[in-house]
Each structure stands twice: as structure tokens, then as C-alpha cells.
T-cell receptor, first 114, second 114 residues
Framework: GENVEQHPSTLSVQEGDSAVIKCTYS??????FPWYKQELGKRPQLIID?????GEKKDQRIAVTLNKTAKHFSLHITETQPEDSAVYFC?????????????FGAGTRLTVKP | DGGITQSPKYLFRKEGQNVTLSCEQN?????MYWYRQDPGQGLRLIYY???????QKGDIAEGYSVSREKKESFPLTVTSAQKNPTAFYLC?????????????FGPGTRLTVT
């Protein structure tokens, strides 16, 4: 089955700096890679996702890159703000008809210092 | 915060007792999932169901059971066979066809077994 590894486990940056979180996956059949943000005491929520037919996707200050050959993908947050502080999870899934068995990384606790 | 609900928010049980966690969604999603969240281990998949009356084991299904008699409901039973049941349990749902595969999470149930 799929195995997703995520690094680093904790990350502390100064407000305004960039933050990068990296994930690797094991199953070459995986074709969908979402990122979830979980604020303290709240449920995880999707912030960005990418499919395997795309190498990069951007949404304002957040971007995700995917390297299918190397089987790794990364989340990039630019101009970080204190409200970006949260735990971020990457995930990988093989999406085809009638299947969506997503596996998550262990999470990265991001702290943005004002 | 509507759409997918879990109850109760906190649950306390004595060792040796089975306990059932509720998960209900009104999003008309076909797929539902149960995850266990432990510090430093991210979200681990317990069971998932793509359709009514069908479900598959995830990575840590031992000591758990589920049912999917209705599309809206996917209850999880933590049995006395689960060796370390104290954890935070998250339920999620998603569509499995179309342009979006976002998983929508419930607020979670924190189970403490003593």
C-alpha cells in the first residue's frame, strides 16, 4: 500500500519568510496529492491539491510542486503570516472509479513568529 | 461547520467495553472514512467505505468495526480488542467522481479509555 513520508515534523519561521514542507510517496499509481491545514482544536481542511498530470499549482501565497519521477511533492508558503501557524498534512491517493484510499503524512507543525 | 457531524465530542470508557462513535453527513457523499490521529503520527486510516453496504480495511483496522447501512451514516465501534484505543478519531466524507476529491472532516471525537 501507499506510504507517505513528510518532513520536517516541526518548522519555525519568521513572519514574512517562506516555508517549505516536503513529502515523498511510495506508490507510483498515486495520482492525487492534497494538502490539509489543521489549526489548533479544529478539523483538517483542504488548502490546495494537485493531480499527477500537473507539475505545479499556485493559489495566492500557496503553491504545490510535484515531481512524479522522484515521487515527491512540496508545499510552499510565501510571505508567511502568524495565521499560517498550524499543522499541515500532505496526502496521496489513487483516484479512479470507485476508489479513494487516501494516506496522510505524519504532519508538520508550522510556527510563524511575529 | 455543518455537513459532517460526529458525536460525542468527548467520550470516556472503561477498559474492556465496546464503544461506538457516530458519524453523519448530509453532503450526499458516497465515500466515508475513519481516521485515528495520535501526536506525531498524523492521520491513520482505519476503515473506508465507497458505497452503502460495502467497506474496506485501512492500515490499522484491528480492534475496530464499522457498518454502512445508510449513505449518511458510518459508525465506528472501538472494541475491547483494540489495545490502545485512547486517541482522537476523525470521520471524513468525499465524492469519488468528478473534479474534486476533497475530504470533508468532522469535528472529531476524543476517546479516553481508562
Amino acid at each position: 500500500g501507499e506510504n507517505v513520508e513528510q518532513h520536517p515534523s516541526t518548522l519555525s519561521v519568521q513572519e514574512g519568510d517562506s516555508a517549505v514542507i516536503k513529502c515523498t510517496y511510495s506508490d507510483s499509481a498515486s495520482n492525487y496529492f492534497p494538502w490539509y491545514k489543521q489549526e489548533l482544536g479544529k478539523r483538517p481542511q483542504l488548502i490546495i491539491d494537485i493531480r499527477s498530470n500537473v507539475g505545479e499549482k499556485k493559489d495566492q501565497r500557496i503553491a504545490v510542486t510535484l515531481n512524479k519521477t522522484a515521487k515527491h511533492f512540496s508545499l510552499h508558503i510565501t510571505e508567511t503570516q502568524p495565521e499560517d501557524s498550524a499543522v499541515y498534512f500532505c496526502a496521496a491517493s489513487t483516484i479512479f472509479y470507485n476508489n479513494n484510499d487516501m494516506r496522510f503524512g505524519a504532519g508538520t507543525r508550522l510556527t510563524v513568529k511575529p | 461547520d455543518g455537513g459532517i457531524t460526529q458525536s460525542p465530542k468527548y467520550l470516556f470508557r472503561k477498559e474492556g467495553q465496546n464503544v461506538t462513535l457516530s458519524c453523519e453527513q448530509n453532503l450526499n457523499h458516497d465515500a466515508m472514512y475513519w481516521y485515528r490521529q495520535d501526536p506525531g503520527q498524523g492521520l491513520r486510516l482505519i476503515y473506508y467505505s465507497q458505497i452503502v453496504n460495502d467497506f474496506q480495511k485501512g492500515d490499522i483496522a484491528e480492534g475496530y468495526s464499522v457498518s454502512r447501512e445508510k449513505k449518511e451514516s458510518f459508525p465506528l465501534t472501538v472494541t475491547s480488542a483494540q489495545k490502545n484505543p485512547t486517541a482522537f478519531y476523525l470521520c471524513a466524507s468525499s465524492i469519488i467522481k468528478g473534479r474534486s476529491y476533497e475530504q470533508y472532516f468532522g469535528p472529531g471525537t476524543r476517546l479516553t479509555v481508562t
